[in-house]
């Protein structure tokens, strides 16, 4: 079962779990497990240093290898926090692969039908996220001359872009010296610095990481040390892998976030509906009365609930109608 928070990559989801998964033998453990009081200032606290340090140590000995870590292309960066949202880092990487051989850049996205996004994004599911992704192309070559914006209240005005993915994109592609939240990021916080609090909320989260961020050294306005660029992006990198760690490690932290819910199952939902009438229509156009008994056939939903989802997926213009015949957009 899958768990979903506020606005960050949920796991199901979010939470990158690597192209191969950490076998327990081959992991170094952090040496420290610190709980640290939350009004300490980072530029004196010996505490901060050692949460630093023990997420540092562990990134150093166990850094996971993803392409999107190798690049600070913006549409890049996009494309990947695109979809770890709701899906795991293993399965991303040979999407994120073949999506960026196809459609490398945003003016080729732009371009391109939902019917021919859609065999790239097929398996990846939620769909419409693909969706979301070409608007946001368009927006990009229409609006800003090809040149995704660095604000990060601009880009949450993009299609699919909330403050998580807006903050992502602003440290790994702009280097942002600012903190973000995702879901192992959470826990990670979560686990050192709230005790069995309950209740908690990523407003109080972000106040934390933002004091927590490692700087260069050197002294800044009002006598705080500044964020090193490069520290920033892996910085954010060692807590998820440090985090992903922590999942098999102890009770899971994010439990006890105030938006915690467990995901529903795929089998019966309206989701399972989704991505059957989606792959059924990228192999022909049908009509509505061919669609729900298809779909019965398959997934044993009534035909009310198939023409839900076909009423919801024309009006998100994932797919069209030509009298009552249905193709994909």
Known sequence: MAEQTTYTRPVGGSSP???TKMAKQDIKKPKHQVSLKLGARPSTSKKVLRFQKTVWDFYKKNKRDFPWRKTKDPYKILVSEIML??????????FYETWINRFPDFKSL?????????????GLGYNRRALALQKTAQKVMAEFGGKLPKDILQLETFPGIGPYTARAVAIFAYQAKIACIETNIRRVFIHHFFGDKTDIEDKQILKIAERALPADGRSGKAGLARVSPGNARKWHWALMDYGAYLKSQVPNPNRRHKNYSVQPKFEGSFRQIRGALL?????????????????????????????KVIADLEKEGLIIRNENVYSLN
């Open 279 to 307: 792959k059924m229509l990228s192999g022909k156009p049908m009509e509505a009365k061919e669609l729900a008994m298809r779909i019965k056939k398959l997934t044993g939903q009534n035909s009310d609930r198939t023409k």
């Open 17 to 19: 779990s690597g192209p």
């Open 85 to 94: 949202q709701q899906t795991q880092a293993d399965r991303v990487v040979k």
């Open 110 to 122: 732009a371009q391109a039908k939902f019917s021919e996004i859609y065999p790239f994004w097929q």
